[in-house]
């Protein structure tokens, strides 16, 4: 079993709706909750981090971890072409200073006009 | 503030062949990693430095693969010889050290596409 699953998509939605991408994990000691997002042939940028459980909310983005549950969720209100890109959830469990980041495989979004 | 820099952006090679890849974290970042992504996957961590020691190589195939941060700026992680599987985005990235308790973003490079044929 992968310490982070995460559904691979891909996801095509219409502009303007609402898109949910999660991620599972299985290691209880993980933290911090990242999600990055990956256009193509770049880097991963940081979008949101949330330390424990709650919502955090950044814009159009919102940000769920359920520590009970093991489940993270991304939320993004009126979905723009722009935001077509992969996804990363991330994890990690900070030791000694340190933090070592787990992702999963990231989930596929396309926006349509 | 200039970001993580990488050369070559593209590499194709021979299987057997060697191949190095070269990082400049952000300045001031102490933390510098390297993850290799395989398409369809994740950055999965191989090697992660603090200034020039190494705090964690558990998942570097140190059979072939080598990495280097002599004057705890920039580094290079080493090929040797390459094999079909080793074909993926290496990634690297830096961050600074934690402060309070926050959490240290990871900033990342656009990555070294490597073919091995």
């Known amino acids: 079993q992968k310490e982070v699953e995460q559904d691979p998509g891909p996801l095509s939605v219409p502009e303007g709706a609402i898109v949910s991408l999660n991620c599972t994990y299985s290691n209880s000691a993980f933290q911090y909750f990242m999600w990055y997002r990956q256009y193509s042939r770049k880097g991963p940028e940081l979008l949101m981090y949330?330390?424990?459980?709650g919502n955090k909310e950044d814009g159009r983005f919102t940000a769920q971890v359920d520590k009970s549950s093991k489940y993270i969720s991304l939320f993004i209100r009126d979905s723009q072409p722009s935001d077509s890109a992969t996804y990363l959830c991330a994890m990690s469990a900070t030791t000694g200073g340190y933090n070592k980041l787990i992702f999963g495989a990231g989930t596929r979004l396309a926006v349509h006009p | 503030e200039a970001g993580v820099a990488q050369s070559p952006r593209y590499k194709i090679i021979e299987k057997r062949q060697s191949v190095a890849f070269w990082c400049n974290p952000i300045s001031g970042h102490a933390t510098l990693y390297w993850y290799q992504q395989i398409l369809g996957q994740g950055p999965k961590l191989l090697i992660q430095f603090q200034n020039n020691g190494v705090v964690d190589d558990s998942q570097l195939p140190k059979d072939r693969f080598s990495a280097e941060r002599l004057k705890g700026v920039d580094s290079t992680l080493k090929i040797q010889p390459a094999k079909l599987e080793d074909s993926a985005v290496y990634l690297c990235a830096s961050s600074s050290r934690l402060a309070g308790g926050r959490y240290n973003e990871q900033f990342f490079g656009p990555g070294t596409r490597l073919t091995v044929l």
């Open positions: 949330t330390y424990s459980s």
